[in-house]
């Protein structure tokens, strides 16, 4: 019995780790009246529905936004704004199987999707490309830290960011062998330590999707330059971790002291 069980759990482990809305997604001009609709092109040839926020003419600071593993992009609306108010151009987009887009998504896959966005915002006339900043949450900060090592940016924003799929699985999980079972792994805390661009750590001190000791984990294990900051009293999907006026003071200090604002 318990073997058909870790069976069955192998098989569809992927629909307890990914939650995608189905989709449509509205038009970004009906939530960020400056937002564009736009289209990003995965080298495996899937077709990436995203929105593009640009806050100037010239070349400036932009932020490409990694989502963690529920819902789509109009959900991050809010912190799209809040981050052009900062001075940067932001993207948002969907990974593969999120938001009507096609395919399923996979850590292989995701990974496929970041290199996509990044190298999209990369090429607009309005985005200094050595000036991007990689904004990761959840899943998404683990995503962000994979693409970091292939692709360095000015900087990284980790909220709520865990160690490991593993790490987080043994908090739900505790009765299950979750590292022998997971195929998709993000194993952040292998890959921190590599990295050289300035990184900033958000944490929600009453997190029960990430405990707070997991991001604090991983930001002792981050080299220098790193901040840590912690929203007191907010559990993962609070407004005031999501996309708080606090939250974002505190990022636009950090990129501020990056040089890039």
Known sequence: MVTALIVAIRAQQRRLIYFPSPGPVPSA????????????????????????LPVREQPGPAVVVFNGNGGDRSLRAGLAAGLARLGLSVLL?????????????????????ARAAQAWL?????????????????????????????????ALVLRSPFTSLAEVGRVHYPWL??????????????RIASLSAPIM????DRDD????RLSRK?????PDPKRYFVVPGANHNDPELVDGDRMLEEVGRFLSEAGLR
């Open 177 to 190: 062998p979750v590292g022998w079972l997971l195929v998709d792994r993000y194993p952040s805390i292998d």
């Open 201 to 204: 750590i958000i944490a929600g």
């Open 218 to 222: 991983l930001y002792d294990a981050a």
């Open 209 to 212: 999707i990430v405990p707070e």
């Open 29 to 52: 001009a009906t939530l960020l009246p400056r937002g564009r609709d736009v289209v990003l092109e995965t080298e495996d040839g899937i077709r990436l529905g995203a929105w593009y």
């Open 93 to 113: 987009f969907d990974y593969r199987g999120y938001g009507g887009n096609p395919g399923t998504p996979s850590e292989k896959g995701l990974a496929a999707d």
């Open 122 to 154: 990369a090429e607009q006339p309005a985005v200094d490309p050595a000036r991007i900043v990689y904004f990761g949450e959840s899943l998404g900060a683990a995503v962000a830290i994979g693409l970091a090592m292939e692709r360095p940016p000015a």
